[in-house]
Nanobody
Framework: QVQLVESGGGLVQAGGSLRLPCAASGRTFSRYTMAWFRQAPGKEREFVASITWYRDRTYYAESVQGRFIISRDNAKNTVYLQMNSLKHEDTAVYYC?????????????????WGQGTQVTVSS
């Protein structure tokens, strides 16, 4: 069992930056592929970024490529999402997710554990 707790959300002006940490419980955090998803009002949950446990391979949605960076610190059981050059359309609730499998996927249904989400609001 893995419990995930996101933080770091808030209100930021367009062009600004935020860093979202996601703290995970469990001794085998280093063996989980981690991801960030987001959900805006009235829209489906969408993939943002993922980092595998094996070789820390990273994957990004096209909409955030070059602006967001996902990273992990296994010693702290934490995964981060650094968000730069934020746009109004990045406004959403951001969720951290985990799966105990090596392979990357951008499908929410393939992730076993989820955090409660943290709100990010970008003012234009």
């Amino acid at each position: 069992q893995v419990q995930l707790v996101e933080s770091g959300g808030g209100l930021v002006q367009a062009g600004g930056s935020l860093r979202l940490p996601c703290a995970a419980s469990g001794r085998t955090f280093s063996r989980y592929t981690m991801a960030w998803f987001r959900q805006a009002p009235g829209k489906e949950r969408e993939f943002v970024a993922s980092i595998t446990w094996y070789r820390d391979r990273t994957y990004y949605a096209e909409s955030v490529q070059g602006r967001f960076i996902i990273s992990r610190d296994n010693a702290k059981n934490t995964v981060y999402l650094q968000m730069n050059s934020l746009k109004h359309e990045d406004t959403a609730v951001y969720y951290c997710a985990a799966r105990p499998i090596t392979d990357y996927t951008n499908l929410p249904r393939e992730y076993d554990y989820w955090g409660q989400g943290t709100q990010v609001t970008v003012s234009s």
